[in-house]
């Protein structure tokens, strides 16, 4: 279904996040005869939430009385957080309604012409982010959108003719009707299976993209297993092998020259060096010949919550990775630390994480671990077997704790580094609360 089909339809609405207030603005703007009749939400909605959704007769239900109400529309739009797996949606769909995301409607509107979606677990957003200033440097307007960037919905307003953007999560592409013209994917770990409900339907849910309409071209991680063994009906170019693109001795080379030493890099680590390498290889797969490098990447900075040093003081830098919310994201992020003398704070919700392979990596490297809840006990147990002596692993009751007892334990030239491997939802609203009331403590303890 598309956007502009919606005009005189009753439409529910679950959720008010960004994307759903985008929705309602264009709803508004656009197509006057069509209605936001219900607006659901999985607790009370706070005050003003009617006028939010730019629709003053909406009803407004929670809890019992969201499946019913739903079922009265023709339409239900969801916010992503909102799991296609939810049985009120479930009953929905098998009365026959529609359930769709404001990402979905803008997709099918341009058919995916234009588009480069780019997903996975890990990479997605610095990926968007570096493809889209790559674009740029080719002379090409662009516009970035999706979790990154503006709602895609918004960018109705712009030339249809515009390249985007988008950067796309497992909870649009589950139910997603359109693809990309091309489809990125940097690579799979587990996650989100609260979400998803099992580890195999987060991957299905994820690589669906690659089956929908509209893709022309996939760009595929050759080093992450998941990814290799794909073979998809449309033509796929692969990166970080030598025949394309590559991050070789912390620089980057095409087809086997080097082409970028890691100095030039704006971004640390061997997977962010990987993430310059599919940004590189979809602006080939998009039709356009790659900028010149390394004055491409000429102001590209770190994007916030990942590897951001966010406060220097005494010769010790403290470094913010609180988007690190998998084991395997901070193996990388230690891994982008080589031979510094490393204080690592993780610990969060708990997903049943296996940290066995990150304990190991942390007894190997000499780090020290300050551990906070929820997943901090299972960390430290897990580290301590690895053989991380006791004095190095150490547990904190919360992050203020944690960033103090770094702070002692840091050595002169050292990194604090907050790479949690795990979400942050157990404490905070989002993992960009958690990062900054980590740069907040780290300013403080480095003395403002």
């Known amino acids: 279904m598309r956007f502009s089909e919606l005009e005189g339809a009753s439409i529910g609405v679950w959720g008010a996040g960004r994307e759903i207030r985008s929705f309602a603005r264009q709803l508004a703007r656009r197509l006057p005869a069509a209605q936001i009749a219900v607006a659901a939400f999985d607790a009370p909605a706070e005050p003003g939430v009617a006028e939010i959704l730019r629709s003053p007769g909406v009803q407004i239900v929670s809890g019992a009385a969201v499946q019913p109400a739903l079922a009265a529309c023709e339409l239900i739009v969801r916010s992503p957080g909102v799991s296609i797996h939810r049985p009120e949606l479930r009953a929905l769909r098998e009365l026959g309604i529609?359930?769709?995301?404001?990402?979905?409607?803008?997709?099918?509107e341009r058919g995916g012409?234009?588009?480069?979606?780019?997903?996975?677990?890990?990479?997605?957003?610095?990926?968007?982010a570096l493809?889209?200033?790559?674009?740029r440097a080719t002379g090409r307007e662009v516009r970035l959108a999706g979790n990154i960037g503006v709602p895609a919905l918004d960018l109705l307003d712009e030339d249809p003719g515009l390249a985007a953007v988008v950067e796309l999560s497992s909870f649009q592409i589950a139910d997603l009707a359109v693809g990309p013209q091309v489809a990125v994917i940097t690579n799979l770990f587990r996650e989100h299976l609260d979400w998803h409900g099992?580890?195999?339907?987060?991957r299905a849910e994820k690589l669906r993209l690659l089956e929908l309409p509209g893709v022309r071209v996939a760009v595929l991680s050759a080093r992450e297993q998941p990814l290799r063994r794909l073979k998809p009906a449309m033509p796929v170019r692969r990166y970080g092998s030598p025949e394309g693109w590559d991050a070789v001795g912390g620089g980057i080379a095409r087809a086997g020259e080097l082409v970028l030493d890691g100095a030039e890099l704006p971004l640390r680590g061997e997977h962010n060096a990987l993430n310059v390498c599919a940004a590189?290889?979809?602006?080939?797969a998009f039709g356009a010949e790659p900028p010149p490098l390394p004055a491409a990447l000429e102001g590209f900075a770190a994007l916030p919550h990942r590897l951001q040093t966010v406060a220097e003081h005494a010769g010790v830098a403290w470094v913010n990775d609180s988007i690190s919310t998998t084991p395997e994201s901070t193996l990388a992020a230690l891994e982008s630390f080589p031979g510094c003398e490393l204080v690592l704070i993780a610990g969060g919700q708990d997903r049943g994480q296996d940290f066995s392979a990150l304990a190991a990596a942390l007894a190997?490297?000499?780090?020290?671990?300050?551990?906070?809840?929820?997943?901090g006990p299972r960390l430290l147990a897990a580290a301590r077997e690895a053989g991380v002596p006791a004095e190095r692993a150490v547990q904190a009751a919360d992050l203020a704790g944690a960033v103090a007892a770094a702070g002692a334990l840091a050595g002169p030239a050292g990194v604090v580094l907050l790479s949690p491997a795990a979400p942050s939802y157990d404490?905070?609203?989002?993992?960009?609360?958690?990062?900054?009331?980590?740069?907040?403590?780290?300013?403080?303890?480095?003395?403002?």
């Open 280 to 284: 590189l290889t979809a602006v080939e």
């Open 427 to 448: 404490n905070y609203r989002d993992f960009e609360e958690r990062g900054e009331r980590f740069a907040a403590l780290a300013r403080e303890q480095a003395g403002g």
């Open 131 to 135: 493809l889209c200033h790559l674009l």
């Open 198 to 202: 099992t580890e195999d339907a987060y």
């Open 364 to 375: 190997e490297r000499g780090v020290t671990l300050v551990a906070v809840p929820s997943t």
């Open 98 to 108: 529609p359930v769709t995301t404001a990402t979905a409607l803008w997709l099918a």
């Open 113 to 128: 012409e234009g588009v480069i979606g780019v997903t996975g677990t890990k990479g997605k957003s610095t990926t968007a």
